[in-house]
């Protein structure tokens, strides 16, 4: 079955590196996703990763993928004001009738001045 | 390109009263999806549709219904709200590629009380 879990809240200063953690429990799931829900508004996508791979970059973020624990994070650098928001960690399938994710329960991440 | 858009934004029922949430997206997407969000859940899928005319059941569709007569737009239905529907309920959509990443594109989302 398809169950991801994430930690509910993260605080953090500004300026400092975030961390969000992610764990899901289908092997076969292909890729796996991170969206950003700003208050009052609807989910972005804001980064993916192959199931084939183990480390992703892309300017302030980095995915990391641990395939043997199932566990996904990702790490926010130089964590910013305008950061703050709820993270949704997700998986998909490829053979997935209508390319269906699971997501997570989402981390709220408050940023501190 | 107005991307999904939801309507209406917020509404308030009373419990048995009926209403219908409408999604619209303009990047001509054969999938769209509703889901509800609930505070700690997650997005949980209601129902979805891989293309006009047709849908299919997500996680959690008792008490709602969905229409996809036209391929731009995406309807659920509530035929007599409960308190237990009170949510925030978003509509998404996706390109029909298989195989490769997909990316959901979401709507500002619906608040909905039932009283």
């Known amino acids: 079955g398809e169950d991801v879990e994430q930690s509910l809240f993260l605080s953090v200063r500004e300026g400092d590196s975030s961390v969000i953690n992610c764990t899901y429990t289908d092997s076969s799931s292909t890729y796996l996703y991170w969206y950003k829900q700003e208050p009052g508004a609807g989910l972005q996508l804001l980064t993916y990763?192959?199931?084939?791979?183990d480390m992703k970059q892309d300017q302030r973020l980095t995915v990391l993928l641990n395939k043997k624990d199932k566990h996904l994070s990702l790490r926010i650098a130089d964590t910013q004001t305008g950061d703050s928001a709820i993270y949704f960690c997700?998986?998909?399938?490829?053979?997935?009738?209508?390319?269906?994710?699971?997501f997570g329960g989402g981390t709220r991440v408050l940023v501190k001045p | 390109n107005a991307g999904v858009t939801q309507t209406p934004k917020f509404r308030v029922l009373k419990t048995g009263q009926s209403m219908t949430l409408l999604c619209a997206q303009d990047?001509?997407?054969?999938?769209m999806y509703w889901y509800r969000q609930d505070p700690g859940m997650g997005l949980r899928l209601i129902h979805y549709s891989v293309g006009e005319g047709t849908t299919a059941k997500g996680e959690v569709p008792d008490g709602y219904n969905v229409s996809r007569l036209k391929k731009q737009n995406f309807l659920l239905g509530l035929e007599s709200a409960a308190p237990s529907q009170t949510s925030v309920y978003f509509c998404?959509?996706?390109?029909?590629?298989?195989?490769?990443?997909?990316?959901?594109?979401f709507g500002p989302g619906t608040r909905l009380t039932v009283l």
């Open positions: 998404a959509s996706s390109s029909e590629l298989a195989g490769v990443y997909n990316e959901q594109f």
């Open positions: 997700a998986e998909s399938m490829i053979k997935a009738a209508g390319n269906k994710l699971t």
């Open positions: 990763i192959f199931s084939n791979m």
């Open positions: 990047m001509n997407h054969e999938y």
